[in-house]
């Protein structure tokens, strides 16, 4: 299949889409980043989209487990980042398509739009942790 067409000519766009959180933290001595480790936290497969079709993402969640937040207050030796990767293979493209997002992890809860804080009722505990995956550092995002 080329890449190139021509006018008239039928343009081929299945595609899978791939969807990952990865967490990066940096440990910082002297100013200077001294290590930087990257780990997945989450990672969500669509399949293929054929041809003349599109695929909609409504209401698709990707779970977040308990984590540190986003840029520790008063800590100057560790920076954590959290970001969001789609990844899209287009058929017929030798390199995959990517595109990062960086998210914001808060401690404290999101606010309604009259101020007040949303609560849930109960307690809310992960049904799973987040496993460190060795093989994710071999892979180069």
């Not at 599109?54 to 560790?78: A, F, M, S």
């Amino acid at each position: 299949m080329s890449v190139s067409y021509k006018a008239g000519s039928q343009v081929e766009d299945a595609m899978n889409i791939n969807q990952i959180q990865l967490r990066t933290i940096q440990y910082m001595a002297r100013n200077r980043v001294v290590q930087t480790e990257l780990r997945e936290l989450a990672a969500l497969t669509r399949g293929k989209i054929k041809p003349n079709e599109t695929d909609d993402w409504k209401n698709e969640q990707l779970y977040v487990p308990p984590l540190p937040p986003t840029n520790l207050r008063g800590c100057h030796l560790i920076r954590i980042q959290y970001d969001i990767f789609f990844q899209i293979e287009p058929k017929g493209v030798d390199r995959p398509i990517k595109l990062q997002l960086p998210i914001m992890l808060a401690t404290y809860p999101l606010r309604g739009a009259d101020g007040t804080l949303r609560r849930k009722r109960g307690a809310q505990y992960p049904a799973t942790l987040p496993i460190f995956r060795p093989w994710v550092e071999e892979k180069t995002i």
